[in-house]
């Protein structure tokens, strides 16, 4: 069974770094492309970007000046980095397989919230 | 890159059909997925590759495809099925995601 699971501060100042964890268990992050995607409260999902086992990257074009993702085979883990963040940032982040172009398993996702 | 559009909300009796739209640009829909989301959880998704139903996943939801628009049908809708549903298009042109803007489903 492919479980996600985020982790992270909740909490974020204005025009810090936001740094979220998504830890993988019951399969490898090798052989996949990892999501992270996005959902201010009560409004609808936004794709962030991907990262390829490999390292290579794909990032949303709207927020691709902030955003870096990293892959970690040996911690079976991938990261976010968006900096620059303002209340606009404020969101359930969520991480997800990527397969095939499906996004299918999902994490439970986070609420990062972003304050002064 | 623009969202794709769907209906705010779409409701239906128990027992009937609904369908849901998801509308994309000139260029088309791409890949296309679609979620539904209980309010506090994750999405899970019910349709990939336009038609294609998960393991797990109720025959009474179905997906279609025609032009630059992509259709989620619910048939013998039931209470549980109460709930958002959100479209996805993967383009190979762009190679990204965009999501639908989400439709609200009641079950009257």
């Known amino acids: 069974q492919v479980q996600l699971q985020e982790s992270g501060p909740g909490l974020v100042k204005t025009s810090e770094t936001l740094s979220l964890t998504c830890t993988l268990s019951?399969?490898?992050?090798?052989?996949?492309?990892w999501s992270w995607i996005r959902q201010p409260p009560g409004e609808g999902l936004e794709w962030i970007g991907h990262?390829?086992?490999?390292?290579?990257?794909n990032y949303n074009p709207s927020l691709k000046s902030r955003v870096t993702m990293s892959v970690d085979t040996s911690k079976n883990q991938f990261s976010l980095r968006l900096n620059s963040v303002t209340a606009a940032d404020t969101a359930v982040y969520f991480c997800a397989r990527d397969y095939e172009k499906i996004i299918d398993y999902w994490g439970q996702g986070i609420l990062v919230s972003v304050s002064s | 890159q623009s969202a794709l559009t769907q209906p705010a909300a779409v409701s239906g009796s128990p027992g009937q059909s609904i369908t849901i739209s998801c509308t994309g640009t000139t260029s088309g829909v791409g890949i296309v997925s679609w979620y539904q989301q209980d309010p506090g959880r994750a999405p899970k998704l019910m349709i990939y590759?336009?038609?294609k139903r998960p393991s797990g996943v109720s025959d009474r939801f179905s997906g279609s495809k025609s032009g630059n628009t992509a259709s989620l049908t619910i048939s013998g809708l039931q209470a549980e099925d109460e709930a958002y549903y959100y479209c996805?298009?993967?383009?190979?042109?762009?190679?990204?995601?965009?999501f639908g803007t989400g439709t609200k489903v009641t079950v009257l």
């Open positions: 019951g399969d490898s992050v090798i052989g996949y492309f």
């Open positions: 996805c298009s993967y383009s190979y042109s762009t190679s990204f995601y965009v």
């Open positions: 590759e336009g038609t």
């Open positions: 990262i390829y086992y490999s390292g290579s990257t």
